[in-house]
């Protein structure tokens, strides 16, 4: 009993995980700024009181997330600009 759950456990811990796939942080810094910019646009249209509050947290925690994935940018010595 005891060599057949070795066994198993062999077979399971020597199975390769695939490795996950994230996007590169380029794409990260070019959908966070779009989430900004979607929050701002929101922001703009919204008109009830409730709804205009989640507006402007959603741009504050958007812009957080933007600036920093533009840090983690600089800090790795790549070069971004929205413009290109």
Excluded: C
Excluded at 12 to 26: D, F, G, Q
Excluded at 46 to 51: E, G, K, N, P, R
């Amino acid at each position: 009993m005891k060599t057949k759950l070795t066994n198993l456990a062999k077979g399971v811990l020597s199975e390769r995980v695939p490795e996950a796939k994230y996007p590169s942080l380029m794409q990260q810094l070019e959908e966070a700024r779009k989430e900004w910019l979607n929050a701002q646009n929101y922001y703009n249209n919204v008109s009830d009181t409730d709804l205009v509050d989640y507006a402007a947290y959603l741009i504050q925690a958007s812009e957080k997330k933007y600036n920093y994935l533009l840090k983690r940018a600089r800090h790795e010595g790549l070069e971004y600009s929205p413009f290109n």
